[in-house]
């Protein structure tokens, strides 16, 4: 099996780093956290730079917050791109720009390095069930290379095109979510403020035209103000800041992504970043 070096082991990182090892792959990671400790006892092997790790890998697989991360761990003094083999593939998890995403491609291919942009969907729940949607932009050969790799994550993989192509979807997979967390969010406000039971509001209307994976799920989390995060209000803030760039790229005007992103911002003000993004309920309490 290939030596897979992890890069990134938060709360989707790590789950899915585990599965890999799960799968049988020989798993590497840096060795600064509690979770490589953890990952280390369950059978990986750490390194002390990402170079080092780089080297000493087949794939390497980046999980981080924002291009920022991504490109400072690649391209940065001793990252990455220094210690990559020719022949190796790159693979980016993170939800970064697809512009990031296309320089990192061809600043791969100038080592005869193979990248991917790979972001994935599913939160914290699919990266620990290994099911993911992973939507991968790139070349086709490293596409099915890495296929194996990513069915020990995901369950619904799918090449989307050439290098960018994952990302670009990706943003627009933030676009739908984040409008459906707000609108069923102003829906249980409006629900609660006129007396309705909202369990019972949730479970007729997940028979009907409205069912969605967030009314069930998110939706829950409202009922119950679960807010733990599965993933990050202040994260999915920065996806969509991502989505406005590009449609400005192209001179789209995402009126809707707009305004989900200008309620994002008001529940950070409000001390709500670290909470899930379901936490977009609290701002119909302010």
Do not use: W
Not at 52 to 74: F, G, H, N, R
Request: net charge negative; aromatic share 4%; charged share 20%.
């Amino acid at each position: 099996m290939e030596k897979v070096g992890f890069i990134g082991l938060g709360i989707m990182g790590k789950p899915m780093a585990i599965n890999l090892l799960k799968a049988g792959y020989n798993v590497q990671v840096l060795e600064k956290s509690k979770a490589a400790e953890e990952l280390v006892e369950a059978g990986a092997k750490a390194f002390g730079d990402y170079k080092t790790l780089a080297s000493e890998s087949d794939i390497i697989i980046t999980m981080l917050p924002d291009s920022p991360q991504v490109e400072e761990v690649v391209l940065g003094d001793d990252g990455v791109l220094a210690g990559i083999k020719s022949g190796s593939v790159f693979i980016d998890m993170s939800t970064i720009a697809p512009a990031t995403a296309k320089n990192l491609y061809q600043k791969m291919l100038e080592k005869n390095v193979e990248a991917l942009d790979a972001p994935v969907s599913g939160g914290q729940v699919g990266a620990e069930s290994a099911s993911l949607s992973i939507m991968v932009g790139g070349n086709e050969k490293a596409f099915e290379k890495a296929l194996p790799l990513f069915q020990a994550m995901g369950k619904n993989v799918v090449h989307i095109g050439e290098s960018g192509a994952g990302q670009t979807t990706k943003a627009c997979n933030q676009m739908i979510v984040g409008m459906t967390i707000q609108a069923v969010a102003e829906a249980f406000n409006l629900a609660g403020k006129a007396g309705v039971d909202l369990a019972k509001m949730r479970e007729v209307l997940l028979g009907g035209f409205a069912q969605s994976r967030i009314l069930d799920l998110h939706g829950k989390r409202m009922i119950d103000e679960n807010f733990k995060p599965g993933f990050k209000m202040k994260l999915h803030k920065k996806d969509l800041k991502i989505a406005l760039e590009t449609g400005k790229a192209f001179s789209l005007e995402l009126g809707g992504t707009a305004q989900a992103a200008a309620e994002m911002d008001r529940a950070i003000a409000m001390g709500n970043g670290e909470l899930d993004h379901s936490a977009l309920y609290l701002n119909g309490r302010s």
